[in-house]
């Protein structure tokens, strides 16, 4: 069984963010940029089902610039088999969406044969949490979303998904698209052996016209804002005085 | 002859300050970090301002009363607090926490003594600059209390000690006067250098107040790695080849071994431990490229090299900021992991970087004859400073080898002394280490430590006992 884990390069997860002036959206000019945290989980994930043999081939796919080579580079050093690496634009700042992702994926699991994608539950950039449930769709398998355990059977997999007030076990049947949550595994680091090896490894480029998936985009982004800022708070000596702040200041009681 | 501070003189003080100069001292001034030491109480000043330090000392100066300069309270060598003796008067530096200045164009920030090293770090990271130095103790420690203990870090190895990094200070000399220091000149050759007197000096020649210090542009792009290497005399080589190869881009230079890791797991802190396995030894490396370079593929082609020179085994690089902040975590929590596990003795050596790995297995070989012990040796490698720690086996406890200390601490330092190394790399003399600053220095050095100490403070109020030992 061949498992696609699809792999995004997003702003870095510790960086402070800046919107751009014209608030198009978010400045990503000489910015560290890193693999989307819940990939690596996903990465992680499939990595221990080869090496536990109950999956056969682990193949990374990234769609975005040139540079998610480096993201690919990543998931060969972290134990991935093969990269592929769709390129669908040449500007960092152009987000591909996630009917145009879910589109391409379906027709590389087709022509793969693959029989499990195991991705993030969302991207941390532009938080969708939609490419992994269109995929299941378009594909017309089963989804299991917020996977933060997993068990795969022979036809089946056996998911535990964090859901409001507590976990919830569910089972599905093969081929299946899987979500996965922060729980689900403590990612491994990349090795440095392997980064040599993985250079080695295959890395295949492709463009969306090889799999006829078109680009033009649906969704248009308005505005893109910062958050507003907290004011500072201040110190108050005194109970009583906290009641008079509440009562006279900010008019809540 | 030190005197007490007394009540008289502390209505002296009150006449000439504020209220807000006077607080109430609480336990942890009369702490150190290791927990085995412990100060008598003294009466607790903290000025905010520089005249106000002045007049403090002056009075105190007038009356004979010992002043015990006080930063974060993070020195490892009880500097910052008196054990026995005269109360005190304990100087607080804590509110005199402004940033006086900075130059951006010039790189140049000035601070006051109490601003929280952390503190410095953040506003020059916000201005796309770094202020450099870097350890463990950073949320805690006192600009002041760095110069004043010339304290090292991870990454010195780069930018050099806080000596390297200021250049010039403002004090309150033993007798109240004001140096004014406060220099934004990068050459001045303009006689002796005072400001290098006072930086290092351990609060035995004056109150430092304020500092100028240098910022650095900030680099790129950063990486860090975790290189598995054979044995210390793998990492010197490594170490070498990393300076051939990546001249001033390699920004730290870090051993460790594998009795730091097991502490880690036996005793925590709970940290992400870089390989399924616990290496021997291995070495972190950060890397910090500026304009152009990844310091990713820097990284990886030096280990490509090193690993072709059958250097290094295996190694992990850090792929994103989280990842290079859990490395770090690793060393960072390696002194926690000792404390917790409990040593017999600490020491904080350097030699000859060449010599490091001769200076281990000596040391190895010479303990070994005495007893045996649990060996956790790391740190600044690339500094030729290494932090040789030895513990008790486990099931026993620190109390029951006590009668090992000494024996060991000699064994230590007599070998270091062979290497022309230094007893005390970076954490100063304090209180703690002023019978080895005489058994181990030149007599000549100590006679004109002696005679700058005499001429700048005859009356031996300032930091009583520390560095030289009272006569
Ligand atoms: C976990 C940990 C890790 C550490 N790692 C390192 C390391 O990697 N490298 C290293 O070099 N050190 C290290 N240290 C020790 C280091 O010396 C201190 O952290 C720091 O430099 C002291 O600053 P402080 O403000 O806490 O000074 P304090 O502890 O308050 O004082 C230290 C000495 O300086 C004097 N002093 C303080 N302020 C002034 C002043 N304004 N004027 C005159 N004298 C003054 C005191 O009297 C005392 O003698 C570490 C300590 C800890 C607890």
């Known amino acids: 069984m061949k498992v696609i884990v699809p792999v995004k390069r997003v702003i870095d997860y510790n960086v402070k963010v800046r919107v751009k002036a014209d608030g198009s959206g978010v400045d990503l000019t000489n910015v560290k940029m890193s693999m989307n945290p819940f990939d690596e989980i996903a990465v992680e994930e499939a990595i221990r089902l080869r090496e536990a043999e109950k999956v056969t081939e682990v193949i990374a796919v990234s769609i975005g610039v040139k540079q998610n080579q480096e993201t690919l580079r990543t998931a060969l050093a972290m134990g991935a088999d093969r990269a592929i690496l769709v390129i669908a634009s040449e500007d960092v700042h152009q987000d591909i969406e996630p009917l145009t992702v879910a589109k391409l994926l379906k027709e590389i699991a087709t022509e793969e044969a693959a029989n499990l994608v195991l991705c993030g539950k969302q991207a941390i950039d532009n938080d969708m949490n939609a490419t992994g449930q269109m995929l299941s769709a378009l594909l017309g398998w089963s989804q299991a979303t917020f996977a933060s355990e997993l068990n795969i059977e022979a036809k089946n997999a056996v998911v535990t998904r964090e859901v409001d007030g507590g976990l919830q076990s569910i089972k599905v049947s093969l081929p299946s698209v899987i979500t996965v949550d922060l729980r689900l595994n403590q990612p491994r680091y990349a090795s440095l052996p392997n980064i040599m090896k993985a250079k080695r490894k295959q890395l295949d480029e492709k463009v969306p016209s090889d799999y006829g998936v078109d680009l033009t985009a649906r969704l248009s982004i308005i505005n893109t804002r910062e958050p507003e800022t907290r004011k500072a708070g201040v110190k108050v000596a005194s109970v009583d005085e906290l009641l008079v702040k509440l009562k006279e200041e900010a008019g809540v009681i | ?471």
């Open chain 2, 1 to 471: 002859m030190i005197k007490p501070v007394s009540n008289i003189i502390e209505a002296k003080l009150r006449e000439c300050l504020p209220e807000s100069v006077f607080r109430e001292l609480t336990n942890s001034y009369l702490e150190e970090p290791r927990g085995r030491h412990f100060g008598i109480e003294g009466l607790l000043l903290t000025p905010d301002n520089t005249n106000d330090v002045a007049r403090i000392v002056r009075i105190c100066s007038e009356h004979n009363i010992g002043i015990v300069p006080y930063g974060g309270g993070t020195g490892l060598v009880g500097g910052q607090i008196m054990p026995d003796g005269p109360k005190p008067v304990i100087l607080s530096l804590e509110r005199m926490n402004m940033v006086r200045d900075v130059w951006l164009s010039e790189n140049i920030m000035i601070a006051e003594a109490g601003v929280i090293l952390k503190d410095i770090q953040d506003l020059a990271d916000s201005s796309e600059r770094i202020f450099p130095l870097s350890l463990a103790s950073e949320g805690s420690a006192r600009i002041g209390g760095n110069l004043a203990t010339n304290a090292g870090g991870v990454n010195v190895v780069r930018y050099g000690n806080t000596r390297d990094l200021c250049l010039g200070i403002e004090a309150v000399l033993p007798d109240g006067r004001i140096f004014n220091g406060l220099s934004r000149l990068r050459k001045d050759n303009t006689g002796y250098d005072l400001n290098n007197l006072f930086i290092g000096s351990e609060g035995t020649l004056g109150i430092i107040t304020a500092a100028s210090l240098k910022l650095f542009p900030k680099p790129k792009n950063e990486a860090s790695a975790f290189f598995v290497v054979k044995d210390p005399r793998a990492a010197i080589e490594l170490f070498s080849l990393c300076r051939d190869r990546l001249g001033t881009d390699l920004s730290a230079f870090e051993l460790i071994s594998c009795v730091g890791l097991q502490f880690l797991k036996e005793v925590g802190p709970d940290v992400i431990l870089p390989f399924s396995y616990e290496p021997q030894w291995m070495v972190l490396l950060d890397v910090g490229c500026h304009q152009g370079t990844l310091s990713q593929e820097v990284l990886e082609v030096l280990f490509e090299d090193a690993y072709d020179r059958d250097l290094v085994m295996d190694g992990v690089i850090s792929q994103s900021i989280q990842q290079r902040d859990d490395f770090w975590k690793v060393r960072e929590s390696i002194p926690e992991a000792n404390h917790r596990t409990g040593a017999i003795s600490s020491s904080d050596l350097s030699v000859p970087i060449g010599m490091i790995p001769e200076f281990i297995s000596r040391a190895e070989q010479r303990l070994s004859e005495i007893g045996e012990f649990r060996i956790n040796c790391f740190g600044h490698v690339g500094d030729g400073n290494i932090h040789y720690n030895v513990f008790p086996l486990p099931g026993e406890s620190r109390s029951d080898r006590d009668h090992d200390r000494k024996k060991v601490k000699k064994i230590l330092y007599d070998i270091v002394s062979n290497m022309d190394g230094s007893f005390s790399a970076e954490h100063g003399i304090g209180r703690l280490k002023t019978n080895e600053l005489s058994l181990y220095s030149d007599p000549t050095k100590l006679a004109l430590m002696k005679s700058i100490k005499g001429a700048l403070d005859p009356k031996g109020i300032m930091n009583p006992g520390v560095i030289l030992k009272i006569e």
